[in-house]
């Protein structure tokens, strides 16, 4: 007799909503496709760093990991901004919110004064 | 016809924009991943991507600023991976490390994936 896992569907959607990005990279891999492990241009995240005038040589593994922390990064700030634009209670986050956050948390204090 | 310029541009008006424009990473890319993270129904002011953007170039300035010291450090020309994960570390960016691993695992093995393909392709055809 064959057994059906019942399968709660909220489950299914935070899950889903959750690993997105290893959903692709498993669909991906499933058709043969190359998984899209970054969405960031490789070549101008180098350019990027090659601007330092200290960096000289980056290994693979080096640019992969400063694009993969970057992309973390953005949709770190992008929730901390969004906190303060639901504060104000707005739909669209604002310039000011991405200031407030900023000014407001502590891994993103490098940021304060280096903005023009 | 005038000559171009070692950037390619033979239009000299849009010179200096298109070197701005290599310090930050393209703004479609940047709303995208910014989109992931903020409530469904939210939108994002054109300032607010473009702030952001700043604060990208300005992050991956940071780190390679750590990660380059370590490495000079050290006496060594090339920067790895072990002087990025440090250097996130250094700077208060600690709970990326794992994840970050974690990625970079998946990310060896599907190139090992090609490097095979392309070793077997070779030898099909090779002989």
């Known amino acids: 007799m064959e057994e059906v896992a019942e399968v709660d569907v909220e489950d299914v959607e935070n ?27 490789l070549t101008r995240i180098k350019h990027i760093m090659k601007m ?7 290994s693979q593994d080096a640019l992969f990991l400063v694009t993969k922390s970057t992309e973390l990064f ?43 | 016809m005038s000559k171009p310029d070692p950037n390619g541009n033979t239009m000299p008006g849009k010179e200096p924009l298109i070197k701005e424009q290599d310090r930050f990473l393209p703004i479609a890319n940047i709303a995208r991943i910014m989109k992931r993270a903020i409530p469904e129904n939210g939108k994002m002011a054109k300032e607010s991507k473009e702030c ?6 300005e992050f991956i300035s940071f780190i390679t600023s750590e990660a380059s010291d370590r490495c000079h450090q050290e ?50 055809s090779g002989g």
């Open chain 1, 15 to 41: 899950e889903k909503s959750q690993s997105t990005e290893t959903l692709e990279v498993v669909e991906a891999l499933a058709s043969n496709e190359k998984p899209k492990f970054v969405r960031l241009p």
């Open chain 1, 74 to 116: 953005l949709e770190y700030l992008a929730k901390e901004s969004a906190k303060f634009m639901g504060m104000g209670k707005r739909k669209t986050v604002q310039k000011r919110d991405v200031d407030a956050a900023i000014d407001n948390v502590p891994s993103l204090c490098f940021l304060d004064g280096a903005l023009e």
């Open chain 1, 52 to 58: 330092d005038p200290d960096c000289s040589l980056i």
């Open chain 2, 75 to 124: 006496k060594r020309k090339t920067i790895n991976g072990e002087d990025i994960l440090w250097a996130m570390q250094s700077l208060g960016f600690d709970p990326y490390i794992e994840p970050l691993k974690l990625y970079l695992q998946q990310y060896r093995e599907s190139i090992k994936g090609d490097k095979v393909r392309e070793d077997e392709e070779d030898e099909g």
């Open chain 2, 52 to 57: 952001v953007q700043e604060c990208a170039s």
